[in-house]
């Protein structure tokens, strides 16, 4: 079984794709960090669409149901508000349904950070038409691989863009349910990924060490407070929102019924 939780301390000889590796499956293993892409997209749509415009939505993208660029753009700051609040209660650890328990030894602050980055990437990326990021509901190596890529644009690596960019170059002309098996584990793209993850998991071991901080944080506490989260998390939020917003996926164009690939 995969160790999904942060040893009793961070060492400087852990590498940073590793150090990522393990924040990551250890956030995304928390109750409700898995975002069910169809529930998601009706529950936004619902309100302000013809049902028609939400079934083409969920079977397509949002931008092929004739939905307007204003209101996906007013969804997303809305769902970008409640994670930055979210963010910045102190109650979060404590209302979290199941507990803390399935975090283990992973430090209180990274998970509440990386819970909701990681939970507002999926539902703006699926706002902004991307494809499904699971797999029947579960997280897989290519979620991680897509993952990283988001979190890595949120964080403001160039290389994440250039990602993200070349997926929806390649992906977007058709409508897929999910991007097809083995499509980034087998190409350039995973090279990318692979230097965003290193990137990322150093900055976060740079930032622990800088703070005085090797040793695993009780959940009461940390090491960034509620405030400080928030603040980092809003410019970073907006930062994913307005790139995955340019990108090929969330252009609008002429939906054509039968265009569907299924993930062999």
Request: hydrophobic content about 45%.
């Given at each position: 079984?995969?160790?999904?939780?942060?040893?009793?301390?961070?060492?400087?000889?852990?590498?940073?794709?590793?150090?990522?590796?393990?924040?990551?499956r250890a956030s995304?293993?928390?109750?409700?960090?898995?975002?069910?892409?169809?529930?998601?997209l009706y529950s936004q749509l619902i309100n302000h669409c013809t049902d028609?415009?939400?079934?083409?939505?969920?079977?397509?993208?949002?931008a092929l149901a004739g939905i307007s660029d204003d209101l996906i753009d007013r969804l997303a700051d809305?769902?970008?508000?409640?994670?930055?609040?979210?963010?910045?209660?102190?109650?979060?650890?404590?209302?979290?349904?199941?507990?803390?328990?399935?975090?283990?030894?992973?430090p209180a602050d990274l998970a509440q950070y990386y819970w909701h980055a990681e939970v507002l990437a999926q539902k703006l990326a699926y706002l902004y038409g991307w494809p499904d990021l699971l797999e029947d509901g579960e997280v897989d190596e290519e979620t991680e691989l897509q993952l990283t890529l988001l979190i890595g644009a949120m964080m403001?690596?160039?290389?994440?863009?250039?990602?993200?960019?070349?997926?929806?170059?390649?992906?977007?002309?058709q409508v897929v349910k999910r991007l097809p098996r083995h499509a980034l584990t087998k190409n350039a793209i995973y090279n990318l990924t692979k230097q965003v993850g290193r990137w990322i998991g150093?900055?976060?071991?740079?930032?622990?060490?800088?703070?005085?901080i090797s040793k695993v944080i009780p959940v009461i506490g940390?090491?960034?407070?509620?405030?400080?989260?928030?603040?980092?998390?809003?410019?970073?939020?907006?930062?994913?929102k307005n790139h995955l917003k340019g990108l090929k996926f969330a252009?609008?164009?002429?939906?054509?019924?039968?265009?569907?690939?299924?993930?062999?």
């Open positions: 079984m995969a160790n999904n939780t942060l040893p009793a301390t961070i060492s400087k000889e852990d590498t940073g794709e590793r150090v990522w590796r393990r924040i990551l995304m293993a928390l109750p409700g960090a898995k975002v069910d892409r169809r529930s998601f028609e415009q939400v079934l083409r939505a969920i079977e397509t993208r949002p809305s769902c970008i508000k409640k994670h930055v609040f979210g963010a910045s209660s102190i109650s979060f650890a404590a209302g979290l349904p199941g507990g803390w328990a399935m975090a283990g030894t992973i403001g690596a160039a290389v994440a863009n250039r990602g993200l960019t070349e997926i929806a170059e390649q992906f977007a002309s150093v900055s976060i071991t740079k930032t622990t060490f800088a703070r005085g940390g090491v960034i407070s509620a405030g400080v989260t928030a603040g980092m998390l809003l410019p970073m939020a907006k930062r994913l252009q609008p164009g002429v939906y054509e019924p039968g265009v569907v690939i299924v993930d062999p």
